[in-house]
């Protein structure tokens, strides 16, 4: 057995991926005077797991030069189908552009490029398998492809996704929910302005979107008791494509009662910091990575319940309102004909805060 290679110095944070969530606190702790290393399993971006349908909001965390670089397509507004293709489409739109598409692995490798401009150290290739808090920091082991390396840091944080291996290790508790998501892909180009949302999988929905010369987006989630492979090719096959490049992951819904231990966060999907009515989460991710950088002080553990009550405090009202959306997509074919007929039309709302529902915006909009 080789031994364990072991780090240098001890860190002030250990970031274990390189996804937005943990770029992005790489980023702004490391501008701040930090020392940061960032340990990816494998090279930045992949596999690709996840949709690349962003709100607009993204580009205030991005580089300078980001939004030209991995742009593919702009969104006007959305067609919900209560079943498959054929069935009737009930459009909600603005007049202007309401959301963008992107280049998902393009915006991965952007930020994580943004993080080692900052000073943060990026360690790809380093499988994280294991993590341990003590009463003066953490452990991780990684294996690597020279054998197992060990670091040393003041502060943990877990941006490793679902499956997080961090919040195993350190024994935080698990989302509310794991869904799990198809998404495939069609070489045909579409420059189409509207999203189709299919209301037709138990318990979340699928969709198509249009992605410029790069093609067509198909994309499904559902329980994984749902058979969402066959539900996904049942799609394709409604929409007469076969589609290429296919992918999966687990979409995680329901932050649980903590996602902080002793020296230890979690950000993105690794504390499910996601939209529960659509499943994304970038810009929750890199919201709650913000709060992280400015709140804790990996010297003082103690502020670790500041980034708790800081992230909540922004996205739990969100997340609760997107988690009641979520439910309608259960109710009866009828209802939910009836609900989309004397709601859609012009809009109002914003993609990533459904108490948008609420504005002036959306009832002006309703209004007209």
């Known amino acids: 057995m080789r031994a364990a290679i072991q780090s240098a110095s001890m860190h002030d944070a250990i970031v274990v991926g390189a996804g937005p969530a943990g770029s992005r606190y790489a980023r702004q702790a490391a501008a701040s005077g930090l ?43 959305a067609r919900f189908h209560v079943g498959g293709p054929e069935s009737p489409a009930h459009d909600f739109y603005r007049d202007e552009t309401i959301s963008e598409v992107i280049d998902r692995v393009a915006l991965d490798r952007h930020l994580a490029d943004a993080a080692g401009a900052a000073g943060a150290e990026l360690r790809v290739d380093h499988t994280v398998t294991d993590a341990c808090e003590d009463a003066d920091g953490v452990t991780v082991t990684a294996r690597t492809p020279e054998g197992r390396a060990e670091f040393r840091a003041k502060l943990l944080v877990g941006a490793d996704g679902p499956r997080s291996r961090v919040r195993q290790s350190i024994g935080l508790p698990e989302p509310e929910e794991l869904l799990h998501g198809v998404l495939g892909f069609d070489e045909s ?3 189409g302005d509207r999203v189709d949302v299919h209301l037709d999988v138990p318990g979340f929905f699928a ?18 008791a749902a058979d969402p492979v066959e539900r996904f090719e049942a799609l394709t096959d409604a929409y007469g494509v076969e589609t290429t490049h296919r992918c999966s992951g687990l979409i995680p819904i ?115």
């Open 207 to 224: 969709w198509r979107i249009p992605r410029g010369e790069a093609g067509v987006e198909y994309g499904l989630g559902a329980r994984p």
């Open 254 to 368: 329901g932050p649980p009662e903590s996602v902080t231990g002793d020296r230890t966060l979690l950000l993105g999907d690794a504390a499910a910091q996601t939209k529960p009515f659509t499943g994304g989460g970038i810009n929750y991710g890199m919201t709650a990575a913000d709060h992280a950088a400015r709140t804790v002080d990996p010297g003082d553990p103690a502020t670790l319940d500041d980034y708790e009550a800081a992230w909540r405090a922004d996205l739990g009202r969100e997340i609760r309102l997107g988690a009641w959306i979520r439910r309608a997509y259960d109710l009866p074919d009828a209802v939910q004909t009836v609900g989309l007929g004397l709601t859609s039309g012009r809009v109002g709302v914003h993609m990533d805060r459904p108490s948008t529902v609420f504005s002036l915006d959306q009832l002006r909009a309703f209004v007209r």
């Open 35 to 77: 020392d940061v290393v960032v340990l990816e399993r494998g090279p930045v971006g992949e596999p690709l797991a996840c949709s690349g349908h962003v709100s607009r909001d993204l580009w205030e965390r991005t580089p300078d030069g980001t939004r030209e670089a991995i742009l593919q397509n702009q969104i006007s507004g």
């Open 189 to 191: 180009p579409d420059h």
